[in-house]
């Protein structure tokens, strides 16, 4: 089985995998991931994704399966590393959004998307992924698309919350779904349960459902004392 | 002293905090890098930065006075590292652009700049560098933002080049620098001393100076072997 879904389950905190093991027991897993609008991939368009699989001539053999001229698997055997990374990118896309949309310029964004980036390694690292996972195309790749394009229904939300409007109008203006609004108190939950701080996530689901002003919250993320990188 | 110019030395492939090594002899340096358009900087919108110093305690003490409300660093021991990301990231930045100016996707830029980060690793590495501090604002944010931006001059080089302008005709018309274009050499030179693959930077630097065909070298690219992430 090849899973191609991404998020945890809400009230377990369960990676899909876990979930798919549950389900169907020792079948060999794998997990397809990475940057890919999929209007680009359905028109031939160069793209490159992360196929993960901890058996590697099985990921390879998925691989060679797979890929081809335009689409093209990076092979990895790190699962959970795989996983964490589309399941926090969309939480990241809306606080790049919300930065945007309140004009707080480019470096704003660029500075969310590093600090996100430290929470998804932190919070892989605790699940047992490593960094170099991470550091690649279902990790960094899919967290630069997402909070990077017009066309991402995340950071789009973020941004109409930046400029202004409530969550409750936006949701009912459209019919797609920004996953991170729902992913956002998961994402939390999971860190809480791993000891993980995630200062950019909770900030983000504060203003999604908790009413925080969106003001106050980037003081406060500001007001941080000057710390280590890593 | 604090460097904050980025690049290596074109014919040693020094780092800027080699060169000033030489110059000054022992006096302690630190490095100030990350992604920041200084226009947004001196509006006083946030931007966050890599403040790297060998010894932690005067880093501190660097960030404590350079560091403010709005200009927030982050501080890493790791000083190779924070200069690779600076002085790579721009000959990313004109893949990137090449990929958006030649319609290729967002796909596309995004698996650019995760497999351009993969070579600042390897590239870090080989000089005695930490995948954290690339990780970090110095690289993985500026990599980012440079090549995210209509704002960025390599990134518009590149854009263009790959709408089919000839560099000759995109330098005769601008008077600012785009550094990818001398870097770009430079950064594969340094590779070969380092024995490093930098699959993209060569890809770069052939069709800026060795006359390569901008089709043939992205199909070249992507008939690669499928392989491990990392």
Redesign the interface.
């Known amino acids: 089985l090849v899973i191609c879904a991404k998020g945890v389950e809400l009230e377990s905190g369960a990676l899909m995998s876990e979930v798919a093991h549950e389900v169907v027991g020792d079948r060999p897993l794998a997990i397809l991931s ?4 999929a209007h ?2 359905a ?1 031939g ?4 994704v ?1 196929l993960a699989c901890a058996d590697n001539a099985l990921g ?1 053999a998925i ?2 399966a797979l ?1 081809g ?2 689409l ?5 055997d790190d699962m959970v590393g795989a996983q964490i990374g589309g399941a926090l990118k969309n939480v990241m896309a809306i606080a790049a959004g919300i930065a945007i949309g309140r004009g ?5 964004r ?2 969310i ?3 996100g ?2 929470e998804m ?1 932190r919070l892989a690292r605790a699940k047992g992924g490593r ?7 279902s990790g ?3 967290l ?2 997402t ?3 017009a ?1 991402s229904r995340n950071f789009s939300l973020g941004s109409a919350l930046g400029g202004g409007e409530s969550l409750a109008d936006i949701l009912a203006a459209r019919e797609s779904v920004a996953e991170g609004v729902t992913s956002a108190p998961a994402m939390v939950a999971l860190g809480k349960l791993l000891a993980v701080e995630l200062p950019i996530a909770e900030a983000v689901d504060a203003v999604l459902h908790k009413g925080a002003n969106i003001n106050a919250t ?1 003081a406060t993320l ?2 941080r004392p ?5």
């Not at 368009?45 to 490159?48: K, T, V």
């Not at 960094?131 to 195309?137: P, Q």
């Open positions: 990475g940057p890919t609008f680009e991939v028109r368009l160069p793209s490159a992360t390879a691989a060679a890929g001229a335009t093209r698997p990076y092979l990895s707080l310029g480019e470096n704003a660029a500075a998307m590093t600090r980036f430290a390694v960094i170099e996972t991470l550091a690649g195309l960094l790749g899919d630069v698309l909070c990077s394009s066309q980037i500001l007001a000057f710390r280590p990188e890593y």
